[in-house]
Every structure is written in structure tokens, then in C-alpha cells.
């Protein structure tokens, strides 16, 4: 018989599912009502005049009165929300603004309003709840929880609190998970990353952790330091381990690495959340792919990706995609963005229910010659190739070599090892052997000639986490790019001396 917390997580789980199977399979029906309330709720802002929002009906309407933007497009728009002004992209002001580093723009303010936030918060609650109705483990919710995440001090602008997405959502931990939670709020509330880790480490040690949360990266980082100072393996020191929940990146690259640090194999749950909004969790173990949020305030919208840059390319709707197709998604949501480019290339792996994963960055691709590989591939090529040797990756990223001392150009693979095999050659031509299969413009070079294939650098111990923390960004939300169609990263990791 479990606890009382345990059997009413069970109950709520049951009716969370009933309510998700609803929406998920009449998902045209869903997104039409999301997009109609949207529109209605926003024709006497700002931006609704601007754009006609009182002629719009259907989705012909609003491609032809709302373009594509990304922020700094949207930009005009958001100053007038950050300086205190009324009813601009969504009625009255906001509630938040997350804030984050962007890259060509300087930092980023994302409006969360009263209507968006309560979405986040629910799905982040509704992915452990499916997770309970489909396993029936509730035991965890008896254990201590952690979330690693930024630090949740909140500054002021304009009459509007403004921090991190993770720092803002720390702030509405439920009730009933208020004693459950780590670290304690003055350990969260540390700015330095380094710092605030070893605080964590000490403040859990002597708890029964049963969820651990966080990026995969930097809880690789918490499970380091914890072995270090325990000399255990982390599901020796925390027995009753039994949940990992994750966001951000893809985790497949560092699921080896993880179940060697754990000792043992524990379930996992993928989250897709951003400041934009919460888009998708995995709802099932043995499936493929996270259920797209049909029913949480945003409206999607989907461009194939070799499309995106042309003049006029085709926006689809929920009910216009394909399996399989490498999708740029565009998104209108009640915190009042509007056909907003998030960045993010997704793949659909199920249309019914609608499940997705993350593919790349449409900023983030590799065609210095051409051959467009995207994050998707570059991580399965590894994934494969690792299989079979006894190899443990703790980080990687890939950049052009377009000018080499010698021969052809190629891609350089900076990957960090635990311990660096001794057939690196044989690792490369297996990551070079997947990577022909998955892209045909890449093996078309190849075959031509105009490339040759991969070389390895490996890079030191930390040597990612040193680089990150050179550029002020170690921890939080941070994430290093799979890959790049420049040298930047690789650049800096020669330059400091971070390749061996």
C-alpha cells in the first residue's frame, strides 16, 4: 500500500490522461479552437491592429496579414511591453519576462503573461503524471526531488519581474512538492555555477533523492563531483533513484556516460520546454518522440526546413505534416508572440497522437560546402558508431576545416572523451560511414571528391566546461552547439589550449 501522496499522484494521473487522450486525437479540431481564441483575445492590441486581426478567420487570413518574425524582428514590439506599455501583443502586461542570452541580439526579453504561465507549469506536471499512469511508479513522489536550475532572484522592470524561464518557474513549485524539494532556496539562489553545484552536493548527500532534473551537462557535472567526493557510483549513494527528467538537448549521447556515472539504468522522461513556451514531454517509455502541446495556448505552424529561406515558403498546420521531414516550427501563443521563429528544427515521429523530437537549430547546421547536416544526424552518426566500443563521450560539437594545412577540407569532430579510445581511426570512419548514409549531399562530396572524410580532435578533461565558463556561460540553460558552420567554438578550443 503506497502513502496517501502516492495513491492521490495515481488518481490525478488517471484523470490527466483521459483529459490528454481528449485533445490529442481530434488535434485539427484542438488547434483551431487554440488559434480562433488567440486571435479574439488579441485584435484589440496593438499588434492585432496593426495586423488586421479583426478580418483574420482562418489561417489563409493570418499568413497573409502576419509574417514570419524572429526577435529581433519582433523587436520593435517587445521594446514598447519592456518600457511599460499596455496592450501591445497581448492584452495588459506581462507577468514575466524571461530573459536569455541571445545570440545576435544581445539578451532577450520573452513576455510570460497570466494566460501562458499557467502552461508551463502544467505541462512540466502532466509529464510526470502520464509517466505514473502508464508505469503505476508513484513511490518517487515520497522521495526528495531536484531540479537544477537558475537562480530564482527576480529583478524589476517597469512594474514587470523579469529572470531566467527555470528561475521564474521555481517560484510555483506546488504545495505539496514544497518539502520534497532541492536544493533550499538560498542554495538556488547562488550565482556562480561551480559553486552552487558543490552546495548541491553537500545539501543532497544525506537525502533519499528519488528525481533528479536538469540539462543533461550540467547534471553529468552534479554526478561527477558527487562520485569524486563519495568515491560510490550515484545510484549507490542515492538508492531509491529512480526518475531522470531532462530538457534541452538530445540525452542519447550521453546515455553511456550516465548509466556508467548511475551504475545502473534508471527511467527518463524528455521535456521540451523554452521561454517561448512548454511545447512537448515524452508521454510514453517505449515510444519514439515527445507529445506535442496541441492544447496549451499555442498555435504551431511548420515550414520544411531546405524551404525556409525562399521567398514565400509554405506554412503548414497541425494536419498538413509529414513523418520524418525536418521542420523549422513557428509559433503564436498566448504570451503574445506571433508566427514567431523559435529557431528549432523538430521531426515528427508519430502523427497520431502528434509526437516530435528536436532535430537542430536552423541556425545551427553544417553547409560550408553544401551538404546542410543538421544536429539530428551528427548525433546519431555518434550514437551508432559508439556502439560496440567501450567508449563514454562526455561532450562534443562539429565545425568545417575549410582551409587546411594540407588536402582536402573536412569536419572536425571535437569530442571529449572519459577516456579517449585507442582505435580513434576506426571511431571516425564508423561516424563517417553513418553520416554518408543518413545525408546524401555529404556523401555526394565525398564521393566528388570536394571533401575528405572526418577527423577527431579530442578535446581534454573539462575542456568544454573550461571554454563555457571563458564565455560566461557555465550552467543554467546553457547549452555548448552541436555544430556550427563556422570555427568560432573550434577556434577558442585550439586558442586555449583545450585539445590534447
Known amino acids: 500500500m503506497g502513502s496517501i501522496k502516492s495513491i492521490l499522484a495515481k488518481l490525478l494521473a488517471k484523470k490527466v490522461k483521459k483529459s490528454i487522450h481528449k485533445w490529442s486525437s481530434a488535434p485539427v479540431d484542438t488547434q483551431r479552437k ?9 485584435k484589440h492590441t496593438a499588434f492585432g491592429k ?35 506599455e499596455d496592450d501591445i501583443l497581448w492584452p495588459g502586461k506581462p507577468l514575466y519576462f524571461a530573459k536569455t542570452s541571445g545570440t545576435t541580439s544581445g539578451a532577450k526579453y520573452i513576455p510570460i503573461t497570466k494566460t501562458s504561465m499557467p502552461t508551463h507549469i502544467e505541462s ?53 512538492l514544497q518539502k520534497n524539494r532541492m536544493p533550499s532556496w538560498e542554495t538556488n539562489c547562488i550565482e556562480d ?7 548541491i552536493v553537500e545539501e543532497t548527500l544525506p537525502e533519499n533523492m528519488t528525481v533528479i532534473s536538469g540539462i543533461p551537462s550540467w547534471v553529468q557535472m552534479y554526478f561527477e563531483k558527487l562520485e569524486s567526493k563519495t568515491q560510490k557510483k550515484v545510484g549507490e549513494v542515492f538508492k531509491n533513484f529512480n526518475l531522470f527528467i531532462f530538457g534541452g538537448v538530445n540525452y542519447e549521447p550521453y546515455r553511456a556516460k550516465f548509466e556508467n556515472l548511475i551504475g545502473r539504468k534508471v527511467d527518463s522522461i524528455e521535456l521540451y520546454p523554452a521561454s517561448e513556451g512548454f511545447f512537448a514531454f515524452q508521454d510514453k517509455q517505449d515510444q519514439k518522440g515527445m507529445l506535442l502541446q496541441l492544447n496549451s495556448g499555442i498555435f504551431y505552424e511548420f515550414i520544411e526546413a531546405n524551404t525556409f529561406f525562399d521567398e514565400q515558403p509554405e506554412r503548414l498546420t497541425i494536419g498538413d505534416v509529414e513523418l520524418g521531414v525536418n521542420y523549422v516550427m513557428i509559433i503564436s501563443s ?27 537549430r536552423i541556425k545551427h547546421f553544417i553547409s560550408a ?13 555518434l550514437q551508432e558508431a559508439a556502439h560496440g566500443f567501450t ?40 561516424i563517417e560511414s553513418s553520416l554518408q548514409k543518413q545525408n546524401t549531399y555529404y556523401y555526394d562530396l565525398i564521393e566528388g571528391k570536394v571533401l575528405q572524410p572526418l577527423k577527431i580532435t579530442p578535446v581534454k578533461k573539462n575542456g568544454f566546461q573550461d571554454y563555457m565558463k571563458s564565455i560566461g556561460k557555465l550552467g543554467g540553460q546553457n547549452k555548448i552547439p552541436r555544430l556550427a558552420n563556422d570555427r568560432k567554438i573550434a577556434d577558442a578550443l585550439y586558442r586555449q589550449k583545450l585539445t590534447k
Open 34 to 42: 487554440v488559434f480562433n481564441t488567440l486571435i479574439s483575445k488579441a
Open 50 to 84: 496593426d495586423h488586421q486581426f479583426e478580418t483574420i478567420k482562418n489561417h489563409e487570413d493570418f499568413v497573409k496579414h502576419v509574417p514570419i518574425r524572429d526577435y529581433e524582428a519582433l523587436r520593435t514590439y517587445v521594446d514598447r511591453v519592456v518600457e511599460g
Open 124 to 176: 512540466a506536471r502532466n509529464a510526470i503524471l502520464m509517466y505514473i499512469a502508464e508505469t503505476g511508479n508513484s513511490d518517487f513522489v515520497d522521495g526528495k526531488m531536484i531540479f537544477l536550475q537558475g537562480s530564482p532572484i527576480l529583478e524589476e522592470q517597469n512594474g514587470v519581474q523579469m529572470g531566467r524561464l527555470s528561475g521564474i518557474v521555481a517560484h510555483y513549485v506546488p504545495k505539496y
Open 193 to 199: 555555477w561551480e559553486t552552487k553545484v558543490n552546495a
Open 334 to 360: 498566448s504570451a503574445g508572440l506571433w508566427a514567431y521563429n523559435i529557431g528549432d528544427t523538430i521531426e515528427f515521429t508519430s502523427l497520431n497522437p502528434y509526437r516530435v523530437i528536436v532535430s537542430g
Open 369 to 381: 560546402f553544401g551538404e546542410h547536416v543538421i544536429g539530428k544526424e551528427v548525433e546519431q552518426a
Open 391 to 430: 567508449v563514454s563521450i562526455s561532450e562534443f560539437t562539429v565545425a568545417p576545416e575549410i582551409n587546411p594545412s594540407s588536402g582536402l577540407p573536412y569536419h572536425e569532430w571535437f569530442i571529449e572523451f572519459d577516456e579517449a579510445p585507442d582505435q580513434l581511426e576506426e571511431l571516425a570512419v564508423r
